[in-house]
């Protein structure tokens, strides 16, 4: 006999022998599990009814629609005509150039004093702006009434909460340079 073939004859007998003595504890197995059936009380609870689902009717559909904006036009004219404040900002004058910056983009980078009239030197960006008393800066309306070698002072129109127009002062303070 070869060596490989003496391998496959003990590796059946031990096959044999091993599937034996699995053959009796299957019985075994099926019994138990038989018993434990017969001992366990299956106990489901019962579901409880679902909720009955009512549908809603929304109605609002035909109302006029809150955020329509010729609604919002004339409540807004209404309370403007309503309003007892008589400070408002001049929408039909020409608009200045330092106008169509923010006020907090601007930087009062140094003054310029002519014969009875002083300018601030103000920057955006890279680039340099002259203002003086009168002049409008910023996005709010702003009027500058002051100037200074250390600051400018303005005098901003803004509408408050409630849609009425009121002053608000805010002031540019002389940005040093660092070298």
Request: with cysteine; hydrophobic share 40%; charged share 25%.
């Amino acid at each position: 006999m070869t060596r490989p073939m003496l391998f496959r004859l003990v590796s059946l007998a031990v096959a044999a022998v091993l599937l034996n003595g699995c053959s009796d504890s299957g019985i075994e197995l099926q019994q138990w599990m038989q018993e434990t059936k017969q001992q366990t009380k299956i106990n489901i609870p019962k579901l409880s009814e679902p909720k009955k689902f009512i549908p809603f009717l929304y109605d609002a559909k035909r109302s006029v629609d809150p955020y329509n904006p010729a609604k919002l036009a004339v409540a807004l004219a209404r309370a403007q005509s309503n309003s007892s404040s008589l400070l408002k900002p001049d929408m039909e004058r020409r608009r200045e150039p330092l106008e169509s910056f923010p006020l907090d983009t601007l930087k009062m980078v140094g003054t310029l004093e002519k014969p009875g009239l002083v300018y601030a030197l103000l920057q955006v960006d890279k680039s340099i702006f002259q203002a003086k008393v009168g002049n409008y800066i910023g996005q709010n309306f702003g009027m500058v009434t002051k100037v200074t070698d250390t600051g400018v002072e303005v005098k901003e129109i803004v509408q408050d909460a409630s849609g009425d127009w009121v002053e608000r002062q805010a002031k540019l303070e002389l940005q040093e340079s660092k070298k």
